[in-house]
C-alpha cells in the first residue's frame, strides 16, 4: 500500500506562484509514474500533469502548459507541480496520484481510472 500526502496549498493572488509537495510512503516510489488531478467547485477532477517514473517524461494539460512545472525526487519519494502565473481559474483542490505500472510512465495516463493510490488533496485558492 502507498500512502500519498499532499502539501503546500493556500491563498495567493492572481499571478503568484506556489509549490505543491506530494510526499509517498513505501519503497517503490521510484517505479511510479506520479500524476497531479485538480477538482474546482462544483467540477468533476480534471488531468493537470504527470511524470515518468524516471521523470523523463512529462505532459500537460493544456490549461496550464507554459504555467506548471511537474518535477519528482526519487530519493525523497516526493513529486512537485511548480505553479506560476495563477490565475482565479485554477482555484481547485489539488490531488496527487500514483500508477504502478509502466503503462503511465509510457504514455502518460490523463484519466483518473488510471491511477492506483492518491492522497487528500490541498486546497489552492487564487484570488483576483
Known amino acids: 500500500q502507498v500512502q500519498l500526502v499532499e502539501s503546500g496549498g493556500g491563498l495567493v493572488q492572481a499571478g503568484g506562484s506556489l509549490r505543491l509537495s506530494c510526499a509517498a510512503s513505501?519503497?517503490?516510489?521510484?517505479?511510479?509514474?506520479m500524476g497531479w488531478f485538480r477538482q474546482a467547485p462544483g467540477k468533476e477532477r480534471e488531468f493537470v500533469a504527470v511524470?515518468?517514473?524516471?521523470?523523463?517524461?512529462?505532459d500537460y494539460a493544456d490549461s496550464v502548459k507554459g504555467r506548471f512545472t511537474i518535477s519528482r525526487d526519487n530519493a525523497k519519494s516526493t513529486v512537485y507541480l511548480r505553479m506560476n502565473s495563477l490565475k482565479p481559474e485554477d482555484t481547485a483542490v489539488y490531488y496527487c496520484?500514483?500508477?504502478?505500472?509502466?503503462?503511465?510512465?509510457?504514455?502518460?495516463?490523463?484519466?483518473?481510472?488510471?491511477?492506483?493510490?492518491w492522497g487528500q488533496g490541498t486546497q489552492v485558492t487564487v484570488s483576483s
Open positions: 511524470i515518468s517514473w524516471s521523470g523523463g517524461r512529462t
Open positions: 513505501g519503497r517503490s516510489f521510484s517505479t511510479y509514474a
Open positions: 496520484a500514483a500508477n504502478r505500472g509502466p503503462h503511465c510512465s509510457v504514455y502518460g495516463c490523463t484519466e483518473e481510472y488510471e491511477y492506483d493510490y
